[in-house]
Protein backbone atom coordinates (compact mmCIF):
# COMPACT_ATOMS: atom_id res chain seq x y z
CA UNK A 1 0.00 0.00 0.00
CA UNK A 2 1.50 3.70 -1.01
CA UNK A 3 1.34 6.85 0.80
CA UNK A 4 -0.80 8.75 -1.34
CA UNK A 5 -1.51 12.69 -1.52
CA UNK A 6 -4.40 14.09 -3.30
CA UNK A 7 -4.32 18.09 -4.18
CA UNK A 8 -7.38 19.70 -4.16
CA UNK A 9 -10.42 18.30 -3.26
CA UNK A 10 -13.39 19.30 -5.92
CA UNK A 11 -14.89 16.03 -7.24
CA UNK A 12 -12.05 15.29 -8.99
CA UNK A 13 -9.66 15.45 -6.04
CA UNK A 14 -12.20 14.50 -3.36
CA UNK A 15 -13.26 11.34 -4.85
CA UNK A 16 -10.42 10.04 -5.61
CA UNK A 17 -8.77 10.18 -2.44
CA UNK A 18 -11.63 8.96 -0.59
CA UNK A 19 -11.59 6.10 -3.22
CA UNK A 20 -7.85 5.24 -3.14
CA UNK A 21 -8.52 5.36 0.53
CA UNK A 22 -11.11 2.78 0.39
CA UNK A 23 -8.64 0.69 -1.80
CA UNK A 24 -6.45 0.23 1.00
CA UNK A 25 -3.68 2.78 0.38
CA UNK A 26 -2.80 6.01 3.32
CA UNK A 27 -3.84 8.81 1.47
CA UNK A 28 -4.19 12.72 2.45
CA UNK A 29 -6.14 15.32 0.87
CA UNK A 30 -4.80 19.01 0.65
CA UNK A 31 -7.40 21.91 0.38
CA UNK A 32 -6.35 25.39 0.53
CA UNK A 33 -9.53 26.01 2.59
CA UNK A 34 -9.37 25.51 6.17
CA UNK A 35 -13.74 25.73 6.50
CA UNK A 36 -13.86 22.90 3.84
CA UNK A 37 -10.75 21.22 5.49
CA UNK A 38 -12.63 21.10 8.87
CA UNK A 39 -16.02 20.09 7.20
CA UNK A 40 -14.88 17.26 6.00
CA UNK A 41 -13.09 16.07 9.01
CA UNK A 42 -16.36 16.19 10.52
CA UNK A 43 -17.63 13.38 8.01
CA UNK A 44 -19.59 16.14 5.64
CA UNK A 45 -18.84 16.21 1.79
CA UNK A 46 -18.51 19.68 0.23
CA UNK A 47 -20.28 18.37 -2.72
CA UNK A 48 -23.57 16.35 -3.09
CA UNK A 49 -22.37 13.30 -4.47
CA UNK A 50 -23.86 9.69 -3.89
CA UNK A 51 -22.34 7.94 -1.55
CA UNK A 52 -19.45 9.80 -0.52
CA UNK A 53 -20.21 10.97 2.18
CA UNK A 54 -20.31 7.05 3.95
CA UNK A 55 -16.85 6.74 2.46
CA UNK A 56 -15.29 9.29 3.74
CA UNK A 57 -16.34 8.81 7.11
CA UNK A 58 -15.56 4.87 7.05
CA UNK A 59 -12.15 6.09 5.80
CA UNK A 60 -11.47 8.75 8.43
CA UNK A 61 -12.37 6.43 11.14
CA UNK A 62 -10.02 3.60 9.90
CA UNK A 63 -7.10 6.80 9.59
CA UNK A 64 -6.72 6.15 6.22
CA UNK A 65 -8.32 9.18 4.79
CA UNK A 66 -7.07 12.60 6.48
CA UNK A 67 -7.61 16.35 5.03
CA UNK A 68 -5.24 19.15 5.62
CA UNK A 69 -4.36 22.30 4.48
CA UNK A 70 -0.69 21.70 5.67
CA UNK A 71 0.69 20.75 2.08
CA UNK A 72 4.23 20.30 3.27
CA UNK A 73 4.07 17.80 5.51
CA UNK A 74 1.15 15.90 3.06
CA UNK A 75 3.90 15.57 0.01
CA UNK A 76 7.43 15.59 1.95
CA UNK A 77 6.82 11.40 2.22
CA UNK A 78 4.31 10.85 -0.25
CA UNK A 79 4.93 7.49 -2.70
CA UNK A 80 2.65 9.36 -5.05
CA UNK A 81 0.89 13.01 -5.58
CA UNK A 82 -2.14 13.25 -7.60
CA UNK A 83 -3.06 16.72 -8.82
CA UNK A 84 -6.86 17.35 -8.76
CA UNK A 85 -7.06 21.03 -8.94
CA UNK A 86 -9.48 23.06 -11.85
CA UNK A 87 -8.23 24.23 -14.58
CA UNK A 88 -11.08 26.80 -15.85
CA UNK A 89 -12.31 27.93 -18.97
CA UNK A 90 -10.55 31.74 -19.77
CA UNK A 91 -12.60 34.10 -22.02
CA UNK A 92 -10.76 32.83 -25.11
CA UNK A 93 -11.78 28.91 -24.67
CA UNK A 94 -7.97 28.08 -23.43
CA UNK A 95 -7.59 26.57 -19.81
CA UNK A 96 -6.86 28.29 -17.14
CA UNK A 97 -3.45 26.51 -15.56
CA UNK A 98 -2.38 28.75 -12.25
CA UNK A 99 -3.88 26.23 -10.03
CA UNK A 100 -2.15 23.46 -11.54
CA UNK A 101 1.04 25.45 -11.40
CA UNK A 102 0.58 26.54 -7.81
CA UNK A 103 0.56 23.33 -6.69
CA UNK A 104 3.82 22.10 -8.63
CA UNK A 105 5.64 24.52 -6.89
CA UNK A 106 4.80 24.03 -3.66
CA UNK A 107 5.58 20.08 -4.44
CA UNK A 108 8.58 21.08 -5.56
CA UNK A 109 9.49 22.90 -2.51
CA UNK A 110 8.02 20.23 0.04
CA UNK A 111 8.97 16.63 -1.08
CA UNK A 112 12.20 14.91 1.00
CA UNK A 113 12.04 11.76 -1.33
CA UNK A 114 11.19 10.41 -4.29
CA UNK A 115 8.05 10.70 -5.88
CA UNK A 116 5.33 10.68 -8.81
CA UNK A 117 3.23 13.14 -9.43
CA UNK A 118 -0.02 12.13 -11.29
CA UNK A 119 -2.33 15.24 -13.16
CA UNK A 120 -5.95 13.97 -12.59
CA UNK A 121 -7.16 17.38 -14.23
CA UNK A 122 -7.61 17.59 -17.63
CA UNK A 123 -4.58 19.44 -19.06
CA UNK A 124 -3.74 20.75 -22.71
CA UNK A 125 -1.41 18.03 -24.64
CA UNK A 126 1.82 19.01 -23.52
CA UNK A 127 1.09 20.45 -19.81
CA UNK A 128 2.26 17.73 -18.06
CA UNK A 129 5.69 18.21 -19.70
CA UNK A 130 5.86 21.41 -18.48
CA UNK A 131 4.80 20.62 -14.98
CA UNK A 132 7.74 18.49 -15.21
CA UNK A 133 9.98 20.53 -16.06
CA UNK A 134 8.22 23.32 -13.44
CA UNK A 135 8.72 21.12 -10.85
CA UNK A 136 12.37 20.46 -11.74
CA UNK A 137 13.06 23.87 -12.03
CA UNK A 138 11.88 24.73 -8.04
CA UNK A 139 13.07 21.62 -6.41
CA UNK A 140 15.00 22.27 -3.72
CA UNK A 141 15.81 18.94 -2.52
CA UNK A 142 17.61 15.98 -4.47
CA UNK A 143 15.17 13.54 -4.92
CA UNK A 144 13.45 12.07 -8.45
CA UNK A 145 10.16 13.28 -9.31
CA UNK A 146 8.44 12.41 -12.46
CA UNK A 147 4.79 13.66 -13.70
CA UNK A 148 2.65 10.93 -14.92
CA UNK A 149 -1.03 11.45 -16.90
CA UNK A 150 -3.86 9.87 -15.24
CA UNK A 151 -7.24 11.18 -16.69
CA UNK A 152 -10.30 11.52 -14.62
CA UNK A 153 -13.54 9.54 -16.62
CA UNK A 154 -16.12 10.38 -14.00
CA UNK A 155 -19.26 12.15 -14.40
CA UNK A 156 -21.10 14.03 -12.29
CA UNK A 157 -23.92 12.04 -10.06
CA UNK A 158 -22.19 8.65 -10.19
CA UNK A 159 -18.46 9.89 -9.24
CA UNK A 160 -17.64 7.27 -6.66
CA UNK A 161 -19.47 4.49 -8.75
CA UNK A 162 -17.20 5.95 -11.88
CA UNK A 163 -14.26 5.92 -10.05
CA UNK A 164 -14.89 2.34 -8.19
CA UNK A 165 -15.90 0.41 -11.01
CA UNK A 166 -14.48 2.65 -13.90
CA UNK A 167 -14.45 1.47 -17.47
CA UNK A 168 -10.55 1.72 -17.75
CA UNK A 169 -7.87 3.45 -16.56
CA UNK A 170 -5.28 5.61 -18.36
CA UNK A 171 -2.04 5.99 -17.73
CA UNK A 172 0.44 8.55 -19.29
CA UNK A 173 4.00 7.86 -18.30
CA UNK A 174 7.22 8.72 -19.63
CA UNK A 175 9.77 5.88 -17.61
CA UNK A 176 9.10 2.47 -16.51
CA UNK A 177 9.31 3.83 -13.21
CA UNK A 178 6.89 5.81 -13.25
CA UNK A 179 4.39 3.06 -15.25
CA UNK A 180 5.25 0.28 -12.91
CA UNK A 181 4.44 2.43 -9.81
CA UNK A 182 1.20 3.83 -11.07
CA UNK A 183 -0.38 0.11 -12.09
CA UNK A 184 0.74 -0.94 -8.84
CA UNK A 185 -1.33 1.77 -7.02
CA UNK A 186 -4.32 1.03 -9.06
CA UNK A 187 -3.83 -2.85 -8.76
CA UNK A 188 -6.66 -2.80 -6.04
CA UNK A 189 -9.04 -2.06 -8.36
CA UNK A 190 -8.64 -4.75 -10.46
CA UNK A 191 -9.87 -2.32 -13.44
CA UNK A 192 -8.64 -2.78 -17.27
CA UNK A 193 -5.29 -0.61 -17.62
CA UNK A 194 -4.44 1.18 -20.59
CA UNK A 195 -0.62 2.43 -20.66
CA UNK A 196 0.57 5.02 -23.15
CA UNK A 197 2.94 8.36 -23.15
CA UNK A 198 2.07 11.34 -21.59
CA UNK A 199 0.51 13.04 -24.58
CA UNK A 200 -1.77 10.37 -25.95
CA UNK A 201 -2.92 10.19 -22.11
CA UNK A 202 -3.93 14.34 -22.28
CA UNK A 203 -5.36 13.68 -25.37
CA UNK A 204 -7.26 10.20 -24.85
CA UNK A 205 -9.23 12.77 -22.37
CA UNK A 206 -10.40 15.12 -24.66
CA UNK A 207 -11.03 13.11 -27.63
CA UNK A 208 -13.13 11.34 -25.35
CA UNK A 209 -15.42 14.14 -23.71
CA UNK A 210 -15.45 16.17 -27.08
CA UNK A 211 -16.63 12.50 -28.56
CA UNK A 212 -19.62 12.28 -26.13
CA UNK A 213 -20.14 15.96 -26.62
CA UNK A 214 -20.38 15.58 -30.68
CA UNK A 215 -22.31 12.78 -29.92
CA UNK A 216 -25.00 15.04 -28.39
CA UNK A 217 -24.65 18.03 -30.63
CA UNK A 218 -25.26 15.08 -33.78
CA UNK A 219 -28.38 13.85 -31.70
CA UNK A 220 -29.49 17.25 -31.66
CA UNK A 221 -29.04 18.60 -35.06
CA UNK A 222 -30.62 15.09 -36.31
CA UNK A 223 -33.96 16.07 -34.13
CA UNK A 224 -34.48 19.57 -34.97
CA UNK A 225 -34.14 18.01 -38.54
CA UNK A 226 -37.09 14.97 -37.20
CA UNK A 227 -39.46 18.00 -36.51
CA UNK A 228 -39.56 19.45 -39.84
CA UNK A 229 -40.03 16.36 -41.62
CA UNK A 230 -41.83 14.52 -38.87
CA UNK A 231 -40.01 12.20 -37.60
CA UNK A 232 -40.14 11.31 -34.35
CA UNK A 233 -36.29 11.81 -32.64
CA UNK A 234 -36.57 8.85 -29.56
CA UNK A 235 -38.18 6.26 -32.46
CA UNK A 236 -35.21 7.60 -34.55
CA UNK A 237 -32.36 7.06 -31.76
CA UNK A 238 -33.65 3.74 -30.41
CA UNK A 239 -33.59 2.01 -34.25
CA UNK A 240 -29.68 3.38 -34.25
CA UNK A 241 -28.72 1.88 -30.88
CA UNK A 242 -29.20 -1.46 -31.96
CA UNK A 243 -25.73 -1.41 -34.11
CA UNK A 244 -22.98 -1.83 -31.86
CA UNK A 245 -20.84 0.78 -33.80
CA UNK A 246 -23.34 3.50 -32.96
CA UNK A 247 -24.02 2.57 -29.21
CA UNK A 248 -27.19 3.20 -27.26
CA UNK A 249 -25.50 5.77 -24.72
CA UNK A 250 -25.62 9.50 -25.28
CA UNK A 251 -28.37 9.38 -27.56
CA UNK A 252 -30.97 11.53 -26.18
CA UNK A 253 -31.42 14.51 -27.84
CA UNK A 254 -32.49 17.59 -25.55
CA UNK A 255 -31.74 21.29 -24.30
CA UNK A 256 -27.62 20.61 -24.71
CA UNK A 257 -25.17 19.54 -22.87
CA UNK A 258 -24.16 21.12 -19.95
CA UNK A 259 -21.90 20.58 -16.55
CA UNK A 260 -18.51 21.78 -16.20
CA UNK A 261 -16.40 19.15 -18.67
CA UNK A 262 -18.05 19.43 -22.23
CA UNK A 263 -18.50 22.58 -22.90
CA UNK A 264 -15.18 23.75 -21.45
CA UNK A 265 -13.43 20.51 -22.74
CA UNK A 266 -14.71 21.34 -26.59
CA UNK A 267 -13.84 24.70 -26.62
CA UNK A 268 -10.55 24.15 -25.31
CA UNK A 269 -9.40 21.44 -27.86
CA UNK A 270 -10.80 23.52 -30.41
CA UNK A 271 -8.37 26.50 -28.85
CA UNK A 272 -5.63 23.64 -28.87
CA UNK A 273 -5.93 23.25 -32.74
CA UNK A 274 -6.43 26.75 -33.22
CA UNK A 275 -3.06 26.90 -31.82
CA UNK A 276 -1.32 25.05 -33.95
CA UNK A 277 -2.90 26.18 -36.84
CA UNK A 278 -5.44 23.55 -37.33
CA UNK A 279 -9.06 24.04 -38.03
CA UNK A 280 -10.97 21.51 -35.68
CA UNK A 281 -14.14 21.35 -37.51
CA UNK A 282 -16.27 18.44 -36.22
CA UNK A 283 -15.43 20.19 -32.80
CA UNK A 284 -16.72 23.59 -33.64
CA UNK A 285 -19.88 21.96 -34.93
CA UNK A 286 -20.98 20.76 -31.77
CA UNK A 287 -20.41 24.09 -30.08
CA UNK A 288 -22.26 25.46 -32.14
CA UNK A 289 -25.15 23.62 -32.43
CA UNK A 290 -25.04 23.00 -28.39
CA UNK A 291 -25.32 27.08 -28.29
CA UNK A 292 -28.44 27.11 -30.21
CA UNK A 293 -29.62 24.07 -28.56
CA UNK A 294 -29.96 25.56 -25.17
CA UNK A 295 -32.66 28.42 -25.72
CA UNK A 296 -34.28 26.52 -28.54
CA UNK A 297 -37.34 25.94 -26.24
CA UNK A 298 -37.63 29.68 -25.21
CA UNK A 299 -37.60 30.51 -28.70
CA UNK A 300 -40.37 28.14 -29.31
CA UNK A 301 -42.65 29.43 -26.58
CA UNK A 302 -42.03 33.13 -28.00
CA UNK A 303 -43.29 32.56 -30.85
CA UNK A 304 -46.40 30.68 -29.10
CA UNK A 305 -46.86 33.40 -26.31
CA UNK A 306 -46.00 36.75 -27.89
CA UNK A 307 -44.74 37.50 -24.43
CA UNK A 308 -44.16 36.33 -20.76
CA UNK A 309 -45.01 39.63 -19.35
CA UNK A 310 -46.81 39.05 -16.20
CA UNK A 311 -47.30 34.96 -17.07
CA UNK A 312 -46.66 32.57 -14.35
CA UNK A 313 -44.02 30.32 -15.59
CA UNK A 314 -43.29 26.72 -13.69
CA UNK A 315 -39.64 25.88 -14.39
CA UNK A 316 -39.10 22.32 -13.31
CA UNK A 317 -35.11 21.52 -13.02
CA UNK A 318 -32.22 23.98 -12.74
CA UNK A 319 -29.00 21.53 -12.59
CA UNK A 320 -27.22 20.65 -15.71
CA UNK A 321 -28.25 17.27 -15.06
CA UNK A 322 -30.30 14.91 -12.43
CA UNK A 323 -27.86 14.03 -9.30
CA UNK A 324 -26.12 16.62 -8.71
CA UNK A 325 -26.65 20.55 -7.42
CA UNK A 326 -24.17 21.93 -10.01
CA UNK A 327 -25.53 24.75 -12.50
CA UNK A 328 -22.23 24.97 -13.99
CA UNK A 329 -23.47 25.96 -18.18
CA UNK A 330 -27.07 24.41 -17.37
CA UNK A 331 -29.98 25.84 -19.75
CA UNK A 332 -31.71 27.10 -16.80
CA UNK A 333 -28.83 29.83 -16.44
CA UNK A 334 -29.54 30.81 -19.76
CA UNK A 335 -32.98 30.74 -20.06
CA UNK A 336 -34.21 32.32 -16.93
CA UNK A 337 -32.61 35.59 -17.86
CA UNK A 338 -34.32 35.68 -20.92
CA UNK A 339 -37.61 35.11 -19.50
CA UNK A 340 -37.06 37.07 -16.55
CA UNK A 341 -36.18 40.12 -18.73
CA UNK A 342 -39.84 39.82 -20.96
CA UNK A 343 -41.19 40.13 -16.96
CA UNK A 344 -42.70 36.41 -16.59
CA UNK A 345 -42.99 35.43 -12.70
CA UNK A 346 -41.01 32.62 -12.37
CA UNK A 347 -41.66 29.72 -9.84
CA UNK A 348 -38.70 27.30 -10.35
CA UNK A 349 -38.52 23.57 -8.54
CA UNK A 350 -35.39 21.88 -8.14
CA UNK A 351 -34.57 19.62 -5.17
CA UNK A 352 -31.26 20.06 -4.75
CA UNK A 353 -30.25 23.37 -7.26
CA UNK A 354 -32.27 26.06 -6.20
CA UNK A 355 -29.87 27.79 -3.12
CA UNK A 356 -26.86 27.46 -5.77
CA UNK A 357 -29.19 29.15 -8.52
CA UNK A 358 -30.29 31.79 -5.91
CA UNK A 359 -27.04 32.96 -5.52
CA UNK A 360 -26.42 33.36 -9.07
CA UNK A 361 -29.79 35.61 -8.66
CA UNK A 362 -29.65 36.57 -5.03
CA UNK A 363 -32.25 39.56 -4.96
CA UNK A 364 -33.98 36.95 -6.80
CA UNK A 365 -35.03 39.63 -9.54
CA UNK A 366 -33.58 40.41 -12.58
CA UNK A 367 -35.20 42.46 -15.10
CA UNK A 368 -38.97 42.83 -15.22
CA UNK A 369 -40.18 39.87 -13.81
CA UNK A 370 -39.42 37.77 -10.44
CA UNK A 371 -38.45 34.38 -9.19
CA UNK A 372 -39.66 32.24 -6.65
CA UNK A 373 -38.06 29.08 -5.28
CA UNK A 374 -40.36 26.28 -3.78
CA UNK A 375 -39.72 22.94 -2.75
CA UNK A 376 -43.24 21.20 -4.00
CA UNK A 377 -43.82 20.84 -7.44
CA UNK A 378 -47.75 21.27 -7.59
CA UNK A 379 -46.68 24.85 -5.88
CA UNK A 380 -44.92 25.80 -9.12
CA UNK A 381 -47.52 24.51 -11.34
CA UNK A 382 -50.65 25.78 -9.43
CA UNK A 383 -52.15 28.66 -11.96
CA UNK A 384 -49.36 28.55 -14.19
CA UNK A 385 -49.96 29.88 -18.00
CA UNK A 386 -46.97 27.77 -19.11
CA UNK A 387 -44.20 25.20 -17.97
CA UNK A 388 -40.64 24.40 -18.83
CA UNK A 389 -38.89 21.74 -17.70
CA UNK A 390 -34.98 21.59 -17.91
CA UNK A 391 -33.86 18.84 -15.81
CA UNK A 392 -35.35 15.05 -15.80
CA UNK A 393 -35.08 14.60 -11.85
CA UNK A 394 -37.34 11.74 -10.80
CA UNK A 395 -39.32 13.78 -8.94
CA UNK A 396 -40.25 15.73 -11.93
CA UNK A 397 -40.70 12.21 -14.38
CA UNK A 398 -43.12 11.07 -11.97
CA UNK A 399 -45.56 13.84 -12.34
CA UNK A 400 -48.67 12.66 -14.31
CA UNK A 401 -49.61 14.30 -17.42
CA UNK A 402 -53.10 14.90 -16.07
CA UNK A 403 -51.64 16.45 -12.98
CA UNK A 404 -50.58 19.22 -15.81
CA UNK A 405 -53.94 19.93 -16.98
CA UNK A 406 -55.27 20.09 -13.11
CA UNK A 407 -53.16 22.59 -12.30
CA UNK A 408 -51.99 24.86 -15.14
CA UNK A 409 -53.90 27.60 -15.97
CA UNK A 410 -53.44 26.58 -19.66
CA UNK A 411 -51.41 23.48 -20.39
CA UNK A 412 -48.36 24.56 -22.36
CA UNK A 413 -45.83 22.39 -21.29
CA UNK A 414 -42.21 22.46 -23.07
CA UNK A 415 -39.87 19.63 -21.65
CA UNK A 416 -36.21 19.89 -22.85
CA UNK A 417 -35.56 16.55 -21.50
CA UNK A 418 -38.00 14.18 -23.63
CA UNK A 419 -39.66 12.83 -20.04
CA UNK A 420 -43.10 12.06 -21.71
CA UNK A 421 -44.67 10.26 -24.47
CA UNK A 422 -46.33 12.87 -27.04
CA UNK A 423 -49.59 10.70 -27.02
CA UNK A 424 -49.87 10.87 -23.09
CA UNK A 425 -49.78 14.54 -22.93
CA UNK A 426 -51.90 14.46 -25.92
CA UNK A 427 -54.87 12.10 -24.46
CA UNK A 428 -54.02 14.09 -21.09
CA UNK A 429 -55.44 17.06 -23.37
CA UNK A 430 -51.97 18.73 -22.28
CA UNK A 431 -50.05 21.26 -25.58
CA UNK A 432 -46.56 19.58 -25.33
CA UNK A 433 -43.68 20.48 -27.21
CA UNK A 434 -40.58 18.12 -27.04
CA UNK A 435 -37.18 18.21 -28.89
CA UNK A 436 -37.27 16.31 -31.85
CA UNK A 437 -40.97 15.31 -31.52
CA UNK A 438 -43.05 17.59 -32.11
CA UNK A 439 -46.91 16.28 -33.16
C1 LIG B 1 -18.80 14.13 -18.35
C2 LIG B 1 -18.46 12.72 -18.88
O1 LIG B 1 -19.64 11.94 -19.03
C3 LIG B 1 -17.47 12.01 -17.96
O2 LIG B 1 -17.07 10.77 -18.54
C4 LIG B 1 -16.25 12.90 -17.76
O3 LIG B 1 -15.31 12.30 -16.88
C5 LIG B 1 -16.70 14.22 -17.18
O4 LIG B 1 -17.59 14.85 -18.10
C6 LIG B 1 -15.46 15.07 -16.93
O5 LIG B 1 -14.75 15.38 -17.88
O6 LIG B 1 -15.13 15.33 -15.76
P1 LIG B 1 -20.60 15.06 -16.59
O7 LIG B 1 -20.28 16.41 -17.17
O8 LIG B 1 -20.60 14.90 -15.12
O9 LIG B 1 -19.54 13.97 -17.15
O10 LIG B 1 -22.04 14.64 -17.07
P2 LIG B 1 -22.74 13.81 -18.23
O11 LIG B 1 -23.58 12.79 -17.61
O12 LIG B 1 -21.76 13.34 -19.23
O13 LIG B 1 -23.70 14.90 -18.88
C7 LIG B 1 -23.21 16.09 -19.48
C8 LIG B 1 -24.32 16.84 -20.16
O14 LIG B 1 -24.75 16.17 -21.35
C9 LIG B 1 -25.58 17.02 -19.31
O15 LIG B 1 -26.07 18.32 -19.44
C10 LIG B 1 -26.56 16.01 -19.89
O16 LIG B 1 -27.90 16.37 -19.71
C11 LIG B 1 -26.16 16.05 -21.36
N1 LIG B 1 -26.55 14.82 -22.09
C12 LIG B 1 -25.99 13.63 -21.80
C13 LIG B 1 -27.48 14.91 -23.13
O17 LIG B 1 -28.00 16.00 -23.44
N2 LIG B 1 -27.79 13.77 -23.82
C14 LIG B 1 -27.25 12.56 -23.54
O18 LIG B 1 -27.59 11.57 -24.23
C15 LIG B 1 -26.33 12.49 -22.50
Redesign the pocket.
Known sequence: MYKIAVAGTG??GLVAGVCFAEKGHQVTCVDIDEKKVELMKSGVSPIYEYGLEELMQKNYASTRLDYTTDYQTAYRDADAIFIGVGTPEQPDGSANLSYIATVARQIAESVEKDCLVVVKS?VPVGTNDKVEQFIQDFLINDVKVEVASNP??????SAVH?TLHAERIIIGTESKWAEELLTKIYEPFNLPIVSVNRRSAEMI?YA??DF??L??SY??DIANLCELVGADIQDVARGMSFDERIGS??????????????PK?TKALEYIARQNGYELKTVKAAIDVNKEQKTILFKKASKRLITFNGLKVAVLGLT??PG?DDLR??ASLENIPLLLKQGADIYAYDPVGSPNFAKVHPEGKDGKGSITYVSNIEHALDGANVCFIFTEWGEVKAVTPETYGKLMRTPLVYDG?NIYSVKDMEDAGIEYHSIGREP
Open positions: YVTEFLAQGDKSNLAKIMNKFLSAGIGFGGSCFDFKTEAR
